[in-house]
């Protein structure tokens, strides 16, 4: 928007104003708001005991498998969803933004597949690819990989959508579908407003996570696939087969 | 830090149950306040790594906020299943409960123009009496960016027809004009 004298009339009388419209809540007596603790404590208690079953469960089990099972049978007790955040800034520079998930959770999946359902893919087939990948990547070796940040996962598949993408928009171009290659390049170039990057890199410069995007862009604006291979490629933003239009391989 | 304990987590109850409350509720009314409960459950579940306690009052915010955000989504998904998962770019349902006529109308109305993390930006430092570090825990935003996004917002209502009656009246000089073009040229970074 563009900045008026209007635009910083900001003052007291409108934040009295916007704190006048709060809706009413009607007062918690001091009976409920005892009442309601116990009520905590005695679910907690309860969860409480559940867990040490599902802790001897799981101790008997051997096949990987198996531990799907158990996952689904107690997901209420053992949720890839902590309810933390970053603690501090420095956290969030360093794991980004959003809820810590726990990926040795049985529901890890579910949760990230929930968490990015904003992420606009080409195709089912490519976003099932790309969580795939994630998950695996995440699970592969669950001693190494504790916490993830919904911010950093929504941002890598973010990239994987825009690895896709990419490959649909050189496809097309290599074909002369039009309208295809105008789809293409419109998802991407309107990426750069998507919630999944700008919460966790806002400006995308310098050393920043997507700081390759404007390159990207400027690849699709000037129809030039080799710049556009370049730009994924150097910042290893594309996993194994979401760009084979652009021969981009394996990531590492 | 050494290890939280249940009656850390009571503490927290005794001191933020009812501001809690009064932010799920009007968030999502009498099914948002339902979830209070549920708010310190998740508390105790891991009471072994709570935060820090200078952020423990903006975590339970944004527990509760989760909490809202998944009751919504489950309910989406109970009603309207395929039609939801289909649609791409959607945006959380707002289900905050109105805020009457009159002036608070108004100001509903203007809130309403903002886009949902904004708008959830201006509720947090107003209406729940959040820091703004405290609002970009919640909102798992940078603290930085959380500061230009209230910034914009701010902006972007005081600049609404709505609450147009209460931007200061004067007519400024030619030379505040300017004063005031340039201080607003580069919104503050973070």
Known sequence: MAPTVRDQDWSERHGDAIREAAPAVPDLTEGEKIALWQRIEASDTHRARRRTHWKAVVAGLVAVGLVGVAGAATGNVFSAHTGRGPVDAEDVELGGPGERLDPRAPDFAGVMDEMTTDIRFPSVAARDSALDWELDNATRDRSDITSLSSGALRLWTAGHALCSWSNVWAGALRTGDIATEQRAADVILGARTWPSITDTDPDMADESEFAWLPDLEQAIRTDDPAAARTALAGNQSCMPGLAPELRLGKRR | ?190
């Open chain 2, 1 to 190: 830090m050494p290890a939280s304990s249940r009656v850390d987590v009571e503490e927290l109850y005794r001191r933020h149950a009812a501001e809690l409350r009064g932010y799920l509720y009007r968030r999502a009314g009498q099914a948002g306040a339902d979830l209070l409960g549920d708010v310190f459950v998740v508390a105790l579940q891991r009471v072994d790594d709570l935060p820090e306690p200078d952020v423990r009052r903006a975590w339970l915010f944004g527990t509760a906020r989760r909490l809202l955000l998944a009751a919504d989504r489950e309910n989406r998904r109970r009603h309207q299943a395929e039609r939801e998962r289909a649609r791409f770019g959607e945006t959380v349902a707002d289900t905050s409960v109105a805020g009457g006529s009159g002036q608070a109308g108004a100001v509903q109305a203007a809130l309403a123009s903002l886009r949902e993390p904004d708008r959830e930006l201006i509720r947090l430092t107003e209406w729940e009496r959040l820091s703004i570090t405290e609002a970009a825990v919640v909102l798992g935003l940078r603290p930085g960016t959380a500061r230009v996004r209230l910034h914009r917002a701010r902006r972007t209502l005081a600049a609404h027809p709505a609450l147009a009656d209460l931007s200061p009246v004067r007519s400024p000089s030619r030379a505040e004009v300017g004063s005031q073009r340039s201080s607003l040229s580069r919104p503050p970074q973070g």
